[in-house]
């Protein structure tokens, strides 16, 4: 064992430069792997908690709005109360749905008010032109699809208003995003191996001569190349430590100290998602200080 650790001692001063390279080279990727999975972190928490807070809303006709000539709506007819009772009826028997909720005018003219208690537009609106409508909460706030088709197509229904049409292309901007990262870190993590490939083959090539005496005296496979995976193992330790304080530093000063004060209406991650991340970042590093090397060493040393 003492022989094999002074070699790979004698390896790593002797390469220092390229396994100082390895090791910045690891830690850029590795970070980026990290960096990636906080960013899917908080993408899965956004839109958890926006999606959670879905509400479909359902606005029936006035005899004001109904000969505009828009949804389902009779000329110059409001929504009768048997069409609101198909409506309800219709809502309530959908499985995806969990709770109908109905506002009168009245109640959402009241709200309309509030909202706009200081604003000179609420003497513009009177409670004839507001909608009485139904707010429908799902059970999963992605299956909305069959309900929102459904809502359209009963009769007394104006319109209907439903904010998937604006968060479906924010996630999925967001998710190409994670994505995009993720494809970046795995095009450096590639460019490390080959990197710690290339070191091990100059490396063994400048200890051809001490490895062919080893072979010829009979040392073992793994004693021959276990040097070589101590020396890759250092340089991703490094990486992997480097790799945790930025991810560390990124929770801290970036969404901690910056963000979560600035925007608080956000649902941030906190330090449990960055453990998370560093671990991965530790079993990527393990992972790429050990396989390149073992799966080089059957190439270049021929052992």
Same mark, same amino acid.
Request: proline share 4%.
């Given at each position: 064992?003492?022989?094999?650790?002074?070699?790979?001692?004698?390896?790593?001063?002797? =390469?220092?430069?390229?396994? +100082? @390279?390895?090791?910045?080279?690891?830690?850029? %990727?590795? %970070?980026?792997?990290?960096? %990636?999975?906080?960013?899917?972190?908080?993408? !899965?928490?956004?839109?958890?908690?926006?999606?959670?807070?879905?509400?479909?809303?359902?606005?029936?006709?006035?005899?004001?709005? @109904?000969?505009?000539?828009? /949804?389902?709506?009779?000329?110059?007819?409001?929504?009768?109360?048997?069409?609101?009772?198909?409506?309800?009826?219709?809502?309530?028997?959908?499985?995806? #749905?969990?709770?109908?909720?109905?506002?009168?005018?009245?109640?959402?003219?009241?709200?309309?008010?509030?909202?706009?208690?200081?604003?000179?537009?609420?003497?513009?609106?009177?409670?004839?032109?507001?909608? !009485?409508?139904?707010?429908?909460?799902?059970?999963?706030?992605?299956?909305?699809?069959?309900?929102?088709?459904?809502?359209?197509?009963?009769?007394? #229904?104006? =319109?209907?208003?439903?904010?998937?049409?604006?968060? !479906?292309?924010?996630? @999925?901007?967001? =998710?190409?995003?994670?994505?995009? $990262?993720?494809?970046?870190?795995?095009?450096?993590?590639?460019? $490390?191996?080959?990197?710690?490939? =290339?070191?091990?083959?100059?490396?063994?090539?400048?200890?051809?001569?001490?490895?062919?005496?080893?072979?010829?005296? /009979?040392?073992?496979?793994?004693?021959?190349?276990?040097?070589?995976?101590?020396?890759?193992?250092?340089?991703?330790? /490094?990486?992997?430590? +480097?790799?945790?304080?930025?991810?560390?530093?990124?929770?801290? +000063? #970036?969404?901690?100290?910056?963000?979560?004060?600035?925007?608080?209406?956000?649902?941030?991650?906190?330090?449990?998602?960055?453990?998370?991340?560093?671990?991965?970042?530790? #079993? $990527?590093?393990?992972?790429? /200080?050990?396989?390149?090397?073992?799966?080089?060493?059957?190439?270049?040393?021929?052992?």
């Amino acid at each position: 064992m003492r022989h094999i650790l002074s070699e790979t001692w004698s390896g790593l001063v002797r =390469n220092r430069a390229m396994a +100082f @390279s390895v090791m910045v080279t690891m830690w850029v %990727s590795l %970070s980026l792997f990290g960096i %990636s999975v906080l960013v899917a972190e908080q993408v !899965d928490a956004l839109q958890s908690r926006w999606y959670g807070k879905i509400e479909i809303s359902i606005f029936l006709c006035t005899e004001l709005s @109904s000969g505009l000539g828009v /949804g389902n709506c009779e000329p110059g007819q409001a929504t009768t109360p048997a069409q609101k009772e198909l409506v309800r009826n219709r809502l309530e028997a959908n499985p995806d #749905v969990s709770e109908v909720i109905y506002e009168s005018q009245q109640e959402r003219y009241e709200a309309f008010l509030e909202t706009y208690k200081d604003s000179p537009i609420q003497d513009t609106i009177t409670v004839d032109n507001i909608q !009485d409508a139904f707010r429908v909460k799902l059970k999963n706030p992605e299956n909305y699809e069959g309900v929102l088709a459904e809502a359209k197509t009963l009769p007394g #229904v104006q =319109n209907v208003s439903d904010v998937h049409q604006i968060l !479906d292309p924010l996630f @999925s901007a967001l =998710n190409a995003l994670v994505w995009g $990262a993720r494809g970046l870190a795995a095009l450096l993590i590639f460019a $490390a191996a080959v990197q710690i490939s =290339n070191t091990i083959k100059l490396s063994a090539f400048t200890r051809r001569k001490e490895l062919g005496i080893m072979r010829l005296v /009979g040392a073992s496979s793994g004693y021959i190349t276990l040097p070589f995976v101590l020396e890759s193992l250092v340089s991703a330790i /490094g990486a992997i430590i +480097f790799s945790g304080l930025t991810v560390a530093a990124l929770m801290q +000063f #970036v969404i901690i100290d910056k963000a979560k004060p600035s925007i608080q209406t956000l649902e941030w991650i906190g330090w449990g998602s960055a453990w998370t991340a560093i671990l991965w970042i530790a #079993v $990527a590093g393990v992972a790429l /200080g050990t396989i390149p090397p073992l799966l080089s060493t059957r190439r270049y040393l021929n052992v």
